[in-house]
């Protein structure tokens, strides 16, 4: 079978707390710069879920010697890379760069890519959690490739970043040990997803449910708008993940086909854990709430995080119990 490429069989070497620290900085200050390039507020709690989606997870302060993401940021102040200001919203910090103290070589696009949105909740299925990660999981930074022996899926960033998770770096060693016994995992992309997303809504037999999610994939950002608006409804969520389930299926089917791969992905799924979110009452919904229910996921994908964070939502929507 022929492979892609042959990689040297050596096992990364893991960096020191401080050059974790030092890159962890780096990538700090570079966010920051971009974030102003932008025109967008660098919020500490914004800058932080970034610095972890650019790591693909592999930043945490604990990891690093820090007790609080707070402690991080005032180590990056102290060294003088950037300044820490509060805002009008208590706990609200913003991070300022500081112009003269710019490391030469020290940023964030020369050792990381960003990625492409998570593509949210993978849930139970018949299909093995690491498969179904790595099909699902379009982000175009990440390699993926099947260890035929282990029977196990590996998923790891291309190239070695600092900070990277110890999981990832054990994953690239495995299979740089043995190239010849992985068989490449082919991501289902983005536009083939919202096909699907499409697809299911034009199938969606009530017509409110049907506009709110034409409406959610009408937005900027339709895969998390089309997230947000199914977890409005129990009955359209698990209708979902069934109809979701069938289309990787196939697809995991057809390649383990063509590469002669044994995987099985057709054992009985267990009953979906819908997250709580509408209480029975509430999903009666009038076509006129379901157009406002709408109108206002548009909205929340509209808003910065610190209007976000402002929003009075009850916590029960936001806790799975």
């Given at each position: 079978?022929?492979?892609?490429?042959?990689?040297?069989?050596a096992?990364?070497?893991?960096?020191?707390?401080?050059?974790l620290?030092?890159?962890?900085?780096?990538?700090?200050?570079?966010?920051?710069?971009?974030?102003?390039?932008?025109?967008?507020?660098?919020?500490?709690?914004?800058?932080?879920?970034?610095?972890?989606?650019?790591?693909?997870g592999?930043?945490?302060?604990?990891?690093?010697?820090?007790?609080?993401?707070?402690?991080?940021?005032?180590?990056?102040?102290?060294?003088?890379?950037?300044?820490?200001?509060?805002?009008?919203?208590?706990?609200?910090?913003?991070?300022?760069?500081?112009?003269?103290?710019?490391?030469?070589?020290?940023?964030?696009?020369?050792?990381?890519?960003?990625?492409?949105?998570?593509?949210?909740?993978?849930?139970?299925?018949?299909?093995?959690?690491?498969?179904?990660?790595?099909?699902?999981?379009?982000n175009?930074?990440?390699?993926?490739?099947?260890?035929?022996?282990?029977?196990?899926?590996?998923?790891?960033?291309?190239?070695?970043?600092?900070?990277?998770?110890?999981?990832?770096?054990?994953?690239?060693?495995?299979?740089?040990?043995?190239?010849?016994?992985?068989?490449?995992i082919?991501?289902?992309?983005?536009?083939?997803q919202?096909?699907?997303?499409?697809?299911?809504?034009?199938?969606?037999s009530?017509?409110?449910?049907?506009?709110?999610?034409?409406?959610?994939?009408?937005?900027?950002?339709?895969?998390?708008?089309?997230?947000?608006?199914?977890?409005?409804?129990?009955?359209?969520?698990?209708?979902?993940?069934?109809?979701?389930?069938?289309?990787?299926?196939?697809?995991?089917?057809?390649?383990?086909?063509?590469?002669?791969?044994?995987?099985?992905?057709?054992?009985?799924?267990?009953?979906?854990?819908?997250?709580?979110?509408?209480?029975?009452?509430?999903?009666?919904?009038?076509?006129?709430?379901?157009?406002?229910?709408?109108?206002?996921?548009?909205?929340?994908?509209?808003?910065?995080?610190?209007?976000?964070?402002?929003?009075?939502?009850?916590?029960?929507?936001?806790?799975?119990?």
């Amino acid at each position: 079978m022929e492979r892609t490429s042959t990689p040297q069989q050596a096992h990364s070497a893991q960096p020191s707390t401080d050059e974790l620290r030092d890159a962890a900085i780096a990538l700090l200050r570079s966010l920051v710069d971009e974030f102003i390039a932008e025109h967008r507020r660098p919020l500490a709690a914004t800058l932080k879920k970034v610095m972890v989606d650019r790591t693909y997870g592999g930043f945490h302060e604990i990891r690093l010697g820090f007790t609080s993401f707070k402690h991080f940021l005032e180590e990056a102040q102290r060294r003088g890379v950037v300044t820490l200001a509060s805002t009008t919203f208590p706990g609200e910090l913003l991070v300022e760069p500081v112009r003269a103290n710019v490391e030469p070589g020290q940023t964030a696009s020369s050792v990381v890519q960003s990625p492409a949105p998570p593509t949210g909740d993978y849930g139970r299925s018949p299909i093995p959690n690491d498969i179904w990660r790595c099909f699902v999981d379009w982000n175009p930074g990440l390699r993926r490739w099947y260890h035929v022996p282990s029977g196990m899926a590996l998923m790891f960033p291309q190239d070695p970043i600092p900070m990277e998770r110890p999981e990832h770096t054990a994953a690239r060693d495995k299979w740089r040990a043995a190239p010849e016994q992985c068989v490449e995992i082919p991501a289902i992309g983005m536009p083939r997803q919202l096909e699907w997303m499409r697809e299911f809504t034009e199938g969606t037999s009530d017509s409110g449910n049907r506009r709110l999610l034409e409406a959610a994939l009408a937005g900027d950002r339709p895969n998390s708008s089309f997230s947000l608006a199914l977890r409005g409804s129990p009955t359209l969520w698990t209708q979902w993940r069934a109809f979701r389930i069938d289309k990787v299926r196939e697809v995991v089917k057809t390649w383990a086909e063509v590469n002669n791969v044994v995987v099985s992905v057709d054992e009985a799924s267990p009953p979906p854990v819908m997250p709580k979110t509408r209480t029975a009452e509430q999903s009666q919904d009038t076509p006129g709430e379901r157009a406002l229910r709408a109108k206002i996921v548009q909205a929340v994908e509209r808003m910065s995080i610190g209007d976000l964070r402002r929003l009075p939502i009850p916590v029960e929507y936001m806790v799975d119990v």
